[in-house]
C-alpha cells in the first residue's frame, strides 16, 4: 500500500478521517490515533485548508503564533518581569497589542502592569511565531534584563534630580539668609 500523497513511497498507516494510506511524512498521530495532514489542517483550522504550518505542528508542537488556537506549553505559566517593567514597550516587541491599555488612566498605572505580568506570556506565545520554548525564554530574559536596567537607570536619575533639587532649595534659602536646618 502506497501514500495517498506521495504515491512513490510506502504507507505506514491510515487516516482515521479519510481511510487514506499516509508514510511517515504525512501521518500524524493525535491521542493515539492517526490521521493525514489534510484531515488535521482541516480540523484544527475550522475547515480551512490553507493552514500555515503542517498539520503534525499544529496538533503536537509549537502552536505559537496561532492566536487563541495556539496551546501555550505550561513552562511559560510564569510571572514576566519584562511585561510588568516595560509594559507597553514589550508590547510592541511581542505583538501584544493589550499592552496599550497603560495608557488609561488609573487602570493603566496600576492594574496593567500586573496583568501584563500574569498573561504576558500567554498572550506574547499566542501573538507571535517563535522558533521554540527555549527562543521564546531567552527572548522574555533579554526583556526582562532591559527592563530592570531600565528600572535602575530611572531610579538613578530620578534620586539624583530629587537630591539636586532639594540641594538648590536649601542653597537659594541659605542665599537669602534663611538657615533650613
Keep these: 500500500m502506497y501514500c495517498y500523497h506521495h504515491p512513490d513511497r510506502d504507507a505506514v498507516g491510515t487516516c482515521i478521517a479519510c481511510n487514506q494510506a499516509v508514510c511517515p511524512e504525512c501521518k500524524v498521530e493525535y491521542d493515539g490515533k492517526v490521521y493525514c ?15 500555515p504550518q503542517p498539520a503534525s505542528v499544529l496538533m503536537t508542537g509549537n502552536t505559537s503564533g496561532m492566536g487563541s488556537r495556539a496551546s501555550v506549553p505550561r513552562e511559560l505559566g510564569e510571572w514576566n518581569w519584562g511585561a510588568f517593567l516595560l509594559t507597553w514597550i514589550w508590547g510592541i516587541g511581542n505583538n501584544v497589542w493589550w499592552s496599550f491599555f497603560v495608557f488609561i488612566p ?29 527562543h521564546f525564554k531567552r527572548v522574555q530574559h533579554t526583556w526582562a534584563m532591559w527592563g530592570l536596567g531600565v528600572t535602575i537607570a530611572v531610579t538613578v536619575l530620578l534620586t539624583v534630580i530629587l537630591l539636586l533639587g532639594l540641594g538648590l532649595i536649601v542653597w537659594g534659602l541659605q542665599q537669602s539668609g534663611i538657615q533650613p536646618f
Aim: aromatic content about 14%; some cysteine; overall charge positive.
Design 37 to 51: 495532514n489534510s484531515c488535521v489542517q482541516r480540523m484544527v483550522s475550522g475547515g480551512d485548508t490553507m493552514a
Design 106 to 134: 488609573y487602570l493603566g498605572v496600576l492594574v496593567m502592569p500586573w496583568v501584563l505580568a500574569f498573561k504576558g506570556n500567554q498572550w506574547a506565545w499566542q501573538s507571535r511565531r517563535w522558533d521554540s520554548v527555549e
